[in-house]
């Protein structure tokens, strides 16, 4: 009677590819699924811009530090992200990023039966643009980009259980001893601080994507 002994490698073999197989479907379900995104530079992203300088923006406001937080905001994101190099003199880069601030307010949107201001909503808009510094020539160019962001009006509005509120610097039991007024200046400086991230990041992705 011959004994045939069969190979258990192509059986391992087999088994570790379905693992892999499984692990990299799960990762892309995952990745999908909590919006995460692999990030790079566009297809249509010159390849010979590797750094830039970021201008002030020209300020068209009554907020008088308006367009230093932005272009601070704005630094912050390249190197944060790392497809380009920031550097400090405009002669070192290969582009310029230059902006203007069109307008940046807050308005009333949502009041109680007193007519108590219970929700502001804040909004800045902005026109932004890529310029190659040699030979000059305008890259990309983005124009009234408008970004808006609630903050509370009133102590009775505010939400300390939401995202917003724990993100901020306040705690739940700072908001007792605060008047209205006191909470709402905080809120809104808050509220000022996330925009202009927001601002910095969605900036950022159009130009690297080019859109």
């Known amino acids: 009677m011959t004994i045939r002994i069969q190979n258990p490698e192509p059986q391992i073999q087999n088994r570790k590819s379905k693992i892999q197989n499984w692990a990299v479907a799960v990762f892309l379900f995952w990745g999908v699924g909590c919006g995460y995104q692999f990030s790079g530079k566009g297809e249509g992203f010159p390849k010979d811009i590797r750094t830039v300088f970021v201008e002030p923006f020209v300020n068209r406001t009554r907020d008088i530090a308006i367009e230093r937080d932005i272009a601070s905001a704005l630094r912050s994101e390249f190197h944060r992200q790392g497809h380009l190099r920031v550097v400090d003199q405009v002669d070192q880069a290969d582009a310029i990023v230059t902006g203007v601030v ?103 992705q159009r130009l690297i994507e080019m859109f």
Not at 176 to 199: C, H, N
């Open 102 to 204: 069109r307008s940046f307010d807050s308005r009333v949107v949502a009041v109680n039966r007193e007519d108590e201001v219970l929700q502001f909503e804040m909004a800045l808009v902005v026109d932004m643009s890529l310029r190659r510094r040699s030979p000059d020539e305008v890259l990309w160019r983005t124009q009234g980009t408008r970004i808006t962001e609630l903050y509370s009006g009133s102590r009775g509005a505010v939400v300390t259980t939401s995202s917003h509120f724990k993100s901020g610097t306040l705690n739940p039991g700072d908001v007792r001893p605060f008047t209205d007024i006191q909470l709402t200046e905080t809120l809104s400086r808050e509220a000022k601080e996330r925009l202009v991230g927001r601002l910095a990041h969605e900036m950022h």
